[in-house]
């Protein structure tokens, strides 16, 4: 690989191990994508004729989709990260005529694609949300899932005298997408802290207030971004407004407006853009105080409905940036002129690794103009 930077591939069904010599030596290129969503991989082989991976692996079932497990490790500077731990999901095979020249790609995606598979259908009966997500959780801990979660602001129950919920034909990850969308929080899994171990975050869409070495643009030696491009949209920004009966007397329908701004992701410029369209929300007449209450703090929050006004993009060489940049977290940015420098949200990177080249591909974003900030880590 390169230096300071090895890479360690697990692969097998159920449980992954180290992956033969003839499978490394035929790995051409690996991607890895971290998003707040779902994590994916593909890794890309150069096979030969008479290759064991086209001979015997592949018709073996070495590469089966589901039943595969892979796990990818970055080790830089000694520190190892977990990149993926997922399943194989599809399988491509491009015959060329040229002496090995054939590719096979696997492409994949991460735990949560057990979570997909099965439809089931389940009562709920007096059970608050927290206890939903520990249910739809505790069938997958035998993958190494740990569950991360964040108890609602609000929580409806309901008796069983006034009826319960129901899964009904849903997947376990589609109903945990649903109970975080209902209270604007996320679910996805998050591969490590160590390999055959995931964590499954649900809570607020938050990134951990820690603020990795500065991604420097046009400074010469100091720099050690490819490229960065920046994007301001006028329009992201709305006040929603909501309409609900008044609690008094359950006839007088009450405006609530609701500026579009995320309360767990706050500005990171001096100069916040401004407010310049309306719109109303769908009729929470219907629902209950606490249901309508618990929708208006999960819309308040939902990343989603508050989408930033500023949005860059990049990609830099693992070996000029010296570190692995991690999503979720916050990053600064020097260089790009004084609106556009300061700290900004990762809100997904993109692994692109081949023999003797590390490179990122990343997204940020953040709402305001100009760096509200004195200084920068380095």
């Known amino acids: 690989m390169l230096k300071g930077v090895y890479i360690s591939l697990m692969i097998g069904p159920a449980i992954p191990v180290v992956a033969p ?3 490394i030596d035929s790995l051409s290129a690996i991607q890895v994508t971290n998003s707040k969503d779902r994590n994916g991989f593909q890794l890309t082989f150069n096979l030969a004729k008479n290759s064991p991976l086209l001979v015997s692996m592949l018709p073996g079932g070495f590469f089966d989709p589901i039943v595969t497990r892979v796990i990818i490790v970055v080790t830089i500077n000694g520190t190892p990260n977990v990149l993926m731990d997922g399943f194989i999901t599809s399988q491509d095979l491009a015959p060329a005529n040229e002496p090995g020249r054939s590719n096979l790609t696997v492409t994949g995606e991460d ?3 057990a979570m997909d598979l099965v439809q089931i259908i389940a009562p709920f009966p007096a059970m608050p949300d927290v206890a939903k997500i520990y249910l739809l959780l505790a069938p997958f801990a035998f993958l190494g899932v740990v569950p991360l979660v964040i108890p609602p602001e609000i929580s409806p129950i309901r008796t069983p005298t006034e009826g319960w919920d129901s899964i009904v034909r849903q997947t376990n990850r589609q109903c945990l997408k649903d109970l975080a969308a209902n209270c604007g ?18 809570g607020p869409d938050v990134n951990l207030p820690i603020v990795q070495p500065a991604l420097s643009i046009n400074m010469d030696a100091h720099s050690n971004v490819e490229s960065l491009s920046f994007s301001l949209n006028g329009l992201a920004k709305k006040i929603r407004i909501y309409t609900i009966f008044d609690p008094i007397t359950e006839k007088i329908t009450v405006p609530i407006p ?3 701004f995320n309360v767990l992701k706050p500005p990171l410029g001096a100069r916040p853009q401004p407010i310049l369209q309306t719109e109303f929300a769908d009729s ?5 105080p606490a249901l309508a209450a618990q929708k208006v703090i999960g819309d308040a929050i939902n990343s989603d409905l508050n989408p930033p006004g500023i949005t860059g993009n990049g990609s830099f060489d693992i070996l000029r940036y010296n570190r692995i940049l991690q999503a979720r977290m916050m990053i600064g940015v020097r260089g790009a002129g004084l ?5 900004y ?18 997204t940020l974003s953040r709402d305001g103009l100009i760096s509200n900030t004195p200084a920068l880590p380095v």
């Open 111 to 113: 735990v949560s694609l």
């Open 185 to 202: 929080y996320i679910f996805y899994i998050q591969p490590g802290p160590v390999p055959g171990q995931s964590i499954a975050y649900f």
């Open 284 to 288: 929470f007449s219907k629902f209950s």
């Open 345 to 362: 949200y990762v809100d997904s990177v993109t692994h692109n690794i081949k023999p003797g080249e590390y490179k990122q591909n990343f």
């Open 339 to 343: 609106a556009y420098d300061g700290l």
């Open 21 to 23: 010599k003839v499978v």
């Open 258 to 260: 609701v500026p579009n």
